[in-house]
């Protein structure tokens, strides 16, 4: 029996009794679906980032590696959420996903123009979550998004026709944001100019003087 998520936006088609979850998985389905919306995905890449939550975590927040690195829906480690409580926090632990997804060029080209869920939670667990065993993993994420979002239920989805991810964007360089980039950029320009206006100045100066010298 099909379902749908409830968010107040429409969600994907998924099917929770594939393999066996519990309304508490729905429910964090529910929020990782609604964060990636937010966050300006589509449907279909929420859809392939819940496939990858369920493979890390089986959608349980508080789920960590046997060693304690790795915490959460998406077993971060302390290199993108330092706090181990942060990463416990399931709206914190997928944004910090989220900004992983945001970084990858391969990812968010993909994202862009792929509408196929089992094929992009492949590309997520490749260039977002970046497991050891990438062609193993890739190919069990893959099968997870077929077993949750079965492509018979979407082919008249209106999902499939939905809009796109946003664009690539770059890291931001010494954490500030774009606009402040171009500032930054701007003022470096003018002191360059300045520097070297006044030191062409100096040299013509310095002829002069050893012109008049001898």
């Known amino acids: 029996m099909a379902e749908t998520l409830t968010t107040g936006t429409p969600a994907p ?9 519990s309304s508490a998985q729905v429910a964090v389905a529910d929020l990782i679906v609604r964060e990636f919306l937010n966050a300006g995905f589509g449907h279909m890449v929420a859809a392939a980032a819940v496939a990858n939550a369920y493979r890390e975590s089986s959608l349980n927040p508080r789920e960590e590696s046997e060693t304690g690195r790795y915490v959460g829906l ?8 330092a706090s181990v409580a942060a990463r416990k926090d399931p709206v914190k632990n997928t944004r910090g996903i989220i900004s992983e997804a945001l ?3 391969p990812f968010m080209t993909l994202a862009a123009t792929e509408t196929h869920i089992p094929t992009l939670a492949a590309a997520f667990c490749r260039y977002v979550e970046r497991p050891k065993d990438k062609d193993g993993e890739s190919q069990i994420r ?3 998004a077929e077993a949750l979002y079965p492509s018979a239920l979407l082919q008249n989805s209106p999902y499939v026709h939905e809009p796109k991810a946003p664009p690539y964007r770059k890291p931001p360089f010494l ?10 950029v701007w003022l470096a320009g003018g002191i360059l100019l300045t520097g070297g206006l006044a030191y062409v100045r100096y040299l013509e100066q310095k ?8």
């Open 207 to 214: 002829r002069r003087k050893s012109y008049f010298e001898k």
């Open 74 to 81: 998406f077993q971060l480690s302390p290199d993108v959420i």
């Open 142 to 144: 893959y099968d997870i």
């Open 13 to 21: 088609v998924m099917i929770p009794e594939t393999l066996g979850l």
């Open 175 to 184: 954490g500030l944001d774009e606009e402040r980039q171009k500032v930054a």
């Open 103 to 105: 970084k990858s060029k």
